[in-house]
């Protein structure tokens, strides 16, 4: 069982900082808190999953500055989370980069060949991204030239929640196909973008499509396994 938390970088983004003398101190504390979560989750025996909302999400509003601010901006939170990962095994992590699930044109997206090695330097085993919205769909090609590490997983998004239309399980299929044959098939797992909803108030889609997208990747995915696998 998977159970989710969020990550550093995805707390206090839009705070100030009232107390810590400078923005170390203040994510540091920010992961340190987080650890706590973190450790339990672990202890209880469930995979931990850090959800990133907002890694990606920061680029637009900081390469403005200078691609240098926002790498430095990502690379400090991404080293407390690190830190706030530490004892914790690799197999029983994964996090989650995803860039907004608001319906909205997502032109100021971050490229995922512009953050990709932010997103593997991550103690993680598995790392989860967008890869079935129309903004990001074209992205499997960054994993031709990006070499996933050994041993670890990659679990693209097969099925969207920026749609209402329920992707047909051969799409499904050809996708989890696509990212097999680049970074192997036993390193694949097919997953959804982003979560269906934010909030019980705030649904993306209807739970009955959401149902629906879940069947459709499900079915795809045993019509993958059956070309990649002959089963």
Not at 20 to 39: G, H, M, P, Q, T
Not at 118 to 124: G, N, T, Y
Not at 140 to 157: D, N, R, S, T
């Amino acid at each position: 069982m998977i159970i989710t938390a969020v990550a550093p970088a995805s707390v206090g983004y839009d705070a100030v900082n009232e107390y810590y003398s400078n923005e170390r101190d203040y994510v540091f504390a920010i992961a340190k808190a987080l650890r706590e979560e973190y450790l339990e989750v672990h202890k209880a025996g469930f995979v931990l999953q850090v959800d990133d909302a907002v890694l990606a999400n920061m680029y637009d509003h900081l390469v403005e500055q200078s691609p240098q601010r926002y790498r430095e901006w990502a690379e400090l939170r991404i080293e407390a989370l690190n830190h706030a990962l530490e004892g914790i095994p690799e197999d029983r992590v994964r996090y989650h980069v995803c860039f907004g699930s608001w319906h909205v044109p997502h032109v100021a997206d971050a490229q995922l060949e512009d953050i990709v090695d932010l997103i593997l330097k991550v103690r993680a085993g598995a790392y989860s991204i967008e890869a079935a919205n129309v903004r990001h769909e074209h992205e499997w090609y960054v994993w031709q030239k990006v070499k996933l590490p050994a041993g670890k997983v990659l679990i693209p998004g097969v099925v969207t929640h920026h749609t209402t239309t329920v992707e047909h399980p051969r799409l499904v299929a050809e996708r989890i196909v696509t990212f097999a044959k680049l970074v192997g098939r036993e390193s694949v797992i097919a997953g959804t973008d982003c979560g269906f909803a934010q909030a019980q108030d705030i649904q993306r889609v209807h739970p009955q499509v959401m149902w629906a997208k879940l069947e459709s990747l499900a079915e795809g995915a045993r019509l993958a396994s059956k070309e990649l696998w002959g089963r």
